[in-house]
């Protein structure tokens, strides 16, 4: 079993649709839960960023982290073609090595006009 | 720079071959890191550079394998004997200072082994 589990899709939704995204990890340890995007060919951008449990909104979007389940999960709302993209979930440790992220699989969305 | 640049953005290259991948990170962010991502999965971490010196090595998968960044600033990763099972992007983030906040990536390199 990996450390972070995501379901890859592909997941196709119409524009407007709300879109929820998630992932479940076994580390205990993981303290720190990201979301990036990364458009075709292109880098992982950091899109929402949360420590420990709890929600977080950003216009959009908003991240949900429960960690007594290990699950988090990414709400997009009013969701555009420009969020076509793969969407990772990352999650580093709360020690020394926080630096170190480990990645989902990343999920495949696409947003239909 | 505005971002962090990778070169070459497309590489293919004979099983047992040597070849280098180049990062040259935001100007100013100390810290950098290599990642790894195969086709159909996230990135992989291999190593960790805090200014000149290799913090973490752990993710690098066996010996064929090295990096440096001998002046705190470009880094290269150096892949020895290629093999097909090498081929995946190289992603090079970097970051202001050490931690999981604030990395930029790279748009990576493309590395096919044949």
């Known amino acids: 079993q990996k450390e972070v589990e995501q379901d890859p899709g592909p997941l196709s939704v119409p524009e407007g649709a709300i879109v929820s995204l998630n992932c479940t990890y076994s580390?205990?340890?993981?303290?720190?839960f990201m979301w990036y995007r990364q458009y075709s060919r292109k880098g992982p951008e950091l899109l929402m960023y949360t420590y420990s449990s709890g929600n977080k909104e950003d216009g959009r979007f908003t991240a949900q982290v429960d960690k007594s389940s290990k699950y988090i999960s990414l709400f997009i709302r009013d969701s555009q073609p420009s969020d076509s993209a793969t969407y990772l979930c990352a999650m580093s440790d709360g020690g020394g090595s926080n630096y170190k992220l480990t990645f989902g699989k990343g999920t495949l969305l696409t947003v239909n006009p | 720079g505005a971002g962090v640049s990778q070169t070459p953005s497309n590489k293919v290259t004979e099983k047992g071959k040597y070849v280098e991948l180049r990062c040259d990170p935001i100007s100013g962010h100390t810290a950098l890191y290599w990642y790894r991502q195969s086709l159909g999965q996230g990135p992989e971490f291999l190593i960790y550079?805090?200014?000149?010196?290799?913090?973490?090595d752990s993710g690098l998968p066996n010996d064929r394998f090295f990096a440096v960044r001998p002046e705190g600033s470009v880094s290269t990763l150096k892949i020895q004997r290629t093999e097909r099972g090498d081929s995946a992007v190289y992603l090079c983030?970097?970051?202001?200072?050490?931690?999981?906040?604030?990395?930029?990536f790279g748009s990576g390199t493309r590395l096919t082994v044949v």
């Open positions: 580390n205990s340890a993981f303290q720190y």
């Open positions: 550079f805090q200014g000149t010196g290799a913090a973490d």
């Open positions: 983030a970097s970051s202001l200072t050490s931690g999981n906040y604030g990395y930029t």
